[in-house]
Antibody, heavy 123, light 108 residues
């Protein structure tokens, strides 16, 4: 059974930083792209970032480009999201999601999701 | 960026009725369209990919159709557990992955 467990929740001041982690189990982690998707309170889903199975390809949404960094450690079956220069509008639940495959078409199908970790940006 | 538009925003139906949810894309996405279900306080769950292929464990009452720019999610006979928010998402031309704004399916 696929399991994705996010951690790193927190209350952060504007301009602050946080590192979110997502520990995966139940599948061969190194074969699948991974993504982060966020959901602001009462709002819809917003794609944040994706990383290829090897970690060599990384993509970001325009709203986080230059501030967020996705990475992965295949030896630990963990994907990370370093979030810097946080703004109030970054307040959201951040979900880690496993893709159906690696990049291009299958990489865009988010077949399994973690339970989410909340991030609140407020002074 | 491909913009996804869902209608209606809210759909009020009774258990046993048929639900039809629509999703449109600002340009063709072929069959690279997924549907997700999200219940309050829960993570989204993949229902359908490839516009019409049900994910593992998804009941047969859920079906997807369409291609290009117009898509439909149909729930043939609503069960109590089906009342939730549904999102469509394109993965044809990404990044970025883009979602529709969601359709809330509520009990009438």
């Amino acid at each position: 059974e696929v399991q994705l467990v996010e951690s790193g929740r927190g209350l952060v001041q504007p301009g602050g930083s946080l590192r979110l982690s997502c520990a995966a189990s139940g599948f061969t982690f190194s074969r699948f792209a991974m993504s982060w998707v966020r959901q602001a309170p009462g709002k819809g889903l917003e794609w944040v970032s994706s990383i290829s199975a090897s970690g060599l390809s990384r993509y970001y949404g325009d709203s986080v480009k230059g501030r967020f960094t996705i990475s992965r450690d295949n030896s630990k079956s963990t994907v990370y999201l370093q979030v810097n220069s946080l703004r109030a509008e970054d307040t959201a639940v951040y979900y880690c999601a496993k893709a159906a495959g690696d990049m291009i078409t299958l990489g865009g199908i988010l077949s399994s999701w973690g339970q989410g970790t909340p991030v609140t940006v407020s002074s | 960026e491909i913009v996804m538009t869902q209608s209606p925003a809210t759909l009020s139906l009774s258990p046993g009725e048929r639900a039809t949810l629509s999703c449109g894309a600002s340009q063709s996405v072929g069959s690279n369209l997924a549907w997700y279900q999200q219940k309050p306080g829960q993570a989204p769950r993949l229902l359908i990919s490839g516009a019409s292929t049900r994910a593992t464990g998804i009941p047969a009452r859920f079906s997807g159709s369409g291609s290009g720019t117009e898509f439909t999610l149909t729930i043939s006979s609503l069960q109590s557990e089906d009342f939730a928010v549904y999102y469509c998402q394109q993965y044809s031309n990404w990044p970025p992955i883009t979602f529709g704004q969601g359709t809330r399916l509520e009990i009438k």
